[in-house]
């Protein structure tokens, strides 16, 4: 495998533009990802206005997530495109493009009429509108993460990626609160009646202020210098991913499903699952899931700090295992009443954090020529296979266990040590047959 060697692969310390730019890159990925994921915290709602009464409840919440789930599955056509000009055209205007195409549909969702205005159309437009939605997050995503990443210097690039995370997840969090201040300011009535479209319509304005925030970034100075040596891909990136880089593809792949695994069951699916199993109030699943999201927040940048000091294996290996034992702890507390949720489901976000050092991996694992291509195609595809179908998967199961979202997150968490495991084995190796020099 042949990489570009840049002057941006030394050990100098972060500076005032690298803080910058991480700013700027993780607040404009936290309001544009609040677009992306502010659906599901309304998807009871949103379940009962665009689809008929008279259907059974677990059949309503199953094409809601399924529309939910589309928006997924639509990801690899907007990222594999815009990876594809990312690493012909540069970094920075694909960065920016995103914004666009998720605020536009995002504001439409919110003036959306409902199914009893226009019957079987409404949830086709929805779905159409969540389409868009996921192609848009498809190249924001692992674009963002190859933006930041090439920014700084080479031993911090586990912390950009973290922060990167952080400020997702923070638009996540961004998305409980407003979501909390929605079913706390309005009785059930008016949320329905027109509440729920305050969060959709505020994520139009966010989507505008986050392109706004990204006129004042830079390329990357990886790319910048590719280009001034004429050292971009010579034939379609992707073509070379798939022929040359397929060991990057599979682990990417896999570690992908570990995100999809805690974010989409631990922090986007327990407010639904906290209602409907457990009937506790929306308002007080959502406080509580705000205070997992801060937790998550946070483990996300001491997770990209670690896997900078001791290396991808240790992290992951430590990482699993913290989000096997707070998954199983938070699952079977709630059986025994309602007196630990806080802390435990705090706990649990925290240890979801490890999705923080996923991109770390991901960046590495694929030479800048074509590393936007090779991280959004593996990234986006697994996401839309195993993020797209876990809501549906699990909604399922949980006809037979209520505990199916435990099982679910511990076997990926034990998927995620046997990865962990894989990286420290091959980073002995590579340790071991390079020279030693005085």
């Not at 936290?30 to 059974?56: H, K, M, N, Q, T």
């Not at 998550?296 to 290396?311: F, M, P, Q």
């Not at 266990?401 to 190796?429: N, T």
Request: charged letters at 10%.
């Amino acid at each position: 495998m042949t990489t570009v060697r840049t002057t941006h692969d030394h050990n100098r310390p972060l500076n005032r533009q690298d803080y910058k730019t991480l700013s700027l890159a993780a607040l404009g990925g936290a309001l544009e990802f609040y677009d992306f994921i502010i659906f599901v915290f309304f998807a009871v709602v949103i379940g009962e206005l665009f689809f008929p009464a008279d259907i059974p409840e677990w059949l309503r919440q199953f094409q809601t997530f399924g529309i939910f789930a589309a928006g997924y599955l639509a990801r690899p056509l907007g990222g594999i495109i815009m990876a594809h000009f990312g690493d012909l055209i540069g970094r920075k205007r694909m960065f920016t493009l995103s914004i666009l195409l998720m605020a536009l549909p995002t504001l439409l969702i919110g003036l959306l009429p409902t199914y009893a205005t226009l019957g079987i159309a409404a949830p086709l437009l929805l779905l159409l509108l969540r389409i868009m939605q996921g192609a848009a997050i498809g190249g924001e995503v692992p674009g963002a993460w190859v933006f930041v990443a090439e920014h700084v210097p080479a031993k911090r690039v586990g912390l950009a990626c973290g922060t990167l995370t952080a400020g997702l997840t923070a638009g996540i969090l961004l998305g409980s609160l407003v979501a909390t201040a929605i079913n706390r300011g309005m009785s059930p009535v008016e949320v329905s009646e027109w509440g729920w479209r305050l969060a959709f319509v505020l994520g139009g304005v966010f989507g505008i202020v986050a392109m706004y925030l990204r006129r004042w970034l830079h390329e990357t100075p990886v790319f910048a210098e590719m280009q001034a040596n004429k050292a971009l891909a010579a034939e379609l990136p992707l073509k070379t991913v798939l022929r040359e880089h397929k060991g990057s593809v599979v682990i990417s792949m896999l570690l992908t499903w570990l995100l999809s695994a805690g974010i989409v069951v631990v922090i986007l699916m327990t407010p639904t699952y906290l209602q409907k199993v457990h009937a506790i109030s929306p308002a007080d699943a959502l406080t509580a899931n705000s205070l997992a999201i801060l937790a998550l927040t946070l483990g996300c940048v001491l997770y990209g700090r670690l896997i900078d000091a001791i290396g991808s294996g240790p992290t992951f290996m430590l990482g699993s295992l913290l989000l096997a034992g707070a998954t199983y702890a938070f699952y079977h507390g709630l059986a025994g009443g309602m007196d630990q949720l806080i802390p435990l489901y705090t706990l649990a976000g925290f240890a979801v954090g490890i999705v923080g050092a996923v991109p770390y991996v991901m960046v590495n694992a694929f030479p800048a020529v074509v590393r936007f291509s090779g991280l959004s195609f593996s990234y986006n595809v697994a996401y839309a296979i195993f993020g797209g179908l876990t809501p549906m998967l699990v909604t399922l199961w949980m006809k037979e266990d209520v505990l199916a979202p435990s099982h679910y997150v511990v076997s990926l968490a034990a998927l995620g040590f046997v990865l962990g495991l894989l990286l420290w084995l091959r980073q002995r190796g590579q340790r071991q047959s390079t020279p030693q020099t005085a």
